[in-house]
């Protein structure tokens, strides 16, 4: 494997998270805050990274974006699940991550996210792998903005083989699915994780490319869906939808697990909750409903393009 070039994924991932701010920006009217951090010294992780956030927006009811590079001394169990034999190995650890959510019922949240991690174990040889991808949550269903989503994604994956949409797909299906519910959490996406058998720069370039089909994956859906008219019933369902997410983030999610096992910045770990979410017991779904159409249509598996 080429030996991995830090600054050169730290360079990229600082600008990308200005890019997709600057441009959610654009459509919302209002700026992110930028909230610089620093570990405190002597807690079991140290690093420093950026959390930039737009909250009450005309168009993002909250929108959170975040850059950290941290370093521990030892791999938290969500890191090593997968790779016993780094299990307390020092490591380094950078990325970004963002979870959108709009306030127009019919704009989907979306969700971003691409790192790098770096360990070394007791042998002293690093290795190196990318994680990451996008998944959509509509709360309204839409054929066309599913098709335009996925058909980004697979063109971001077909410079580095055919297999990678098929299977990143598939492992997105599967990763982002709520098991205690028996459902999925949105339409999907891409995912995939442990990844390096590119090496470095290839793994790097195909992270990139993920990472670079986001805005164009996800911009003209909100562009088609902003202005669309809702009312309370609307406004009701996706509160209760929001409700799943949250269920995914804390029950299921290994990036929430790995940031709280591993001494990470809480307040920035939970900037995907949404700002409003709400629950009710056995909410029935009316037979023949746009929302009884999300479950059968949208939220069950399905190739798109």
Not at 29 to 56: R, Y
Not at 104 to 119: E, I
Not at 205 to 224: D, G, H, K, Q, T
Not at 264 to 282: D, K, N
Request: proline share 8%.
């Amino acid at each position: 494997m080429s030996m991995p070039d830090l600054l050169a994924v730290r360079s990229f991932l600082l600008d990308l998270q200005q890019r997709i701010t600057s441009a959610i920006a654009g459509v919302d009217g209002q700026p992110f805050v930028a909230d610089h951090w620093q570990k405190a010294p002597g807690e079991p992780l140290q690093g420093s990274g950026i959390t930039q956030i737009l909250e009450q927006g005309q168009v993002f009811e909250r929108a959170g974006c975040g850059f950290s590079q941290v370093r521990g001394s030892k791999l938290p169990p969500s890191a090593t699940q997968h790779r016993p034999e780094l299990a307390g190995a020092p490591f380094e650890a950078m990325g970004v991550s963002l979870v959108f959510h709009p306030r127009n019922p019919y704009v989907p949240t979306v969700h971003m996210n691409v790192r790098m991690l770096a360990a070394t174990p007791a042998s002293g040889e690093p290795v190196c792998w990318f994680g990451g991808g996008m998944d959509l949550t509509p709360y309204y269903g839409f054929d066309d903005d599913a098709v335009h989503f996925h058909q980004t994604c697979k063109d971001a994956l077909a410079p580095f083989g055919d297999d990678k949409y098929p299977r990143f797909k598939q492992w997105c299906d599967e990763y982002f699915y709520l098991k205690h519910r028996d459902e999925q959490r949105g339409i999907g996406g891409i995912f995939f994780d442990d990844f390096q058998e590119l090496g470095f720069e290839r793994s790097f370039a195909m992270m990139s490319a993920v990472a670079n089909a986001f805005l164009p994956a996800y911009l003209p859906i909100v562009e088609r869906r902003k202005a669309t008219p809702y009312g309370e019933r609307e406004r009701d369902f996706q509160l209760y939808r929001r409700g799943r997410y949250v269920e995914f983030n804390l029950v299921w999610d290994r990036g929430t697990h790995f940031g709280l096992q591993s001494g990470g910045r809480t307040e920035s770990i939970l900037m995907s909750m949404p700002p409003l979410a709400s629950w009710s017991y056995q909410r029935p779904i009316p037979a023949g409903s746009p929302e009884e159409q999300l479950y059968k249509t949208f939220l069950a598996r399905r190739d798109w393009v």
